[in-house]
């Protein structure tokens, strides 16, 4: 029965899967091992012994490993499921905005609830990817290419991630919206009408 009872754990699948993990999270970021080796203080063939499965995973490896890719520990290893589909929201700051990831998995589609400051500059980005913008309260401004739109509370956009694109609040106070992004880009659809003005010049 002992026998039978260690067969079936998980441990050894969660400690195989930990490698190809690091690589692609590794990857996806673009980051080099030498670059990642400078970062953790791991070497280089240590790093490459780890997503190739030659070297054991231990803590105090996926420590630095976990805080380099900014990803959980847990999330990391790829912990096996305990029953409880409860996500424990750990808040990130990233350029100044406050992030909650609300999905565990760091492939697929990511969903965050960001909590956005005023903002004096407006930076247009482009990246790879595809992505849905939910405004939980205050008004957005939502900038794509030649569309300058404002959105409330209620209002969803969805647009390529490929096109120069900024959103931020349209005023003084902070807004909060729920982001949901993928990686594969899509022609660009908006869901969002511009505001009407109101009154006459």
């Known amino acids: ?22 690589k692609r999270l590794r990857t996806k970021r673009g980051v080099t ?3 990642l080796a400078a970062q953790t ?8 012994r780890l997503e190739s499965g030659q070297r054991k995973p231990s ?3 996926l420590l630095p490993l976990a805080e380099a890719h900014q990803v959980p520990l847990d999330e990391l290893v790829g912990a096996p ?16 905005r406050l992030v909650f990831p609300l999905t565990q998995q760091s492939s697929g589609l990511q969903v965050w609830k960001v909590v956005i400051p005023p903002e004096r500059e407006r930076e247009l980005r482009t990246h790879e990817g595809y ?3 939910y405004v939980l309260s205050g008004e957005v401004r939502l900038i794509i290419g030649e569309h300058d739109l404002t959105m409330g509370p209620g209002e969803v956009a969805e647009f390529d991630t490929r096109l120069p694109h900024w ?11 729920l982001s949901v992004h993928g990686m594969d880009g899509q022609r660009m659809h908006v869901r969002a009408a511009p505001r009407r003005k109101t009154g006459t010049a």
Not at 85 to 92: E, S, T, W
Request: proline residues 11%; negative net charge; hydrophobic residues 40%.
């Open 167 to 177: 959103f931020g609040p349209a005023g003084d106070e902070p807004v909060e919206i």
């Open 33 to 35: 091992l030498t670059a």
């Open 41 to 48: 203080g791991i070497s280089k063939s240590t790093l490459s």
């Open 81 to 96: 499921d305990v029953g409880d589909p409860r996500i424990r929201l750990k808040p990130r700051v990233r350029n100044g």
């Open 1 to 22: 029965m002992a026998n039978s009872a260690a067969n079936s754990s998980p441990i050894p699948n969660v400690l195989a899967d930990v490698g190809p993990r690091l």
């Open 131 to 133: 992505e849905w913008l």
């Open 59 to 61: 803590l105090e490896l």
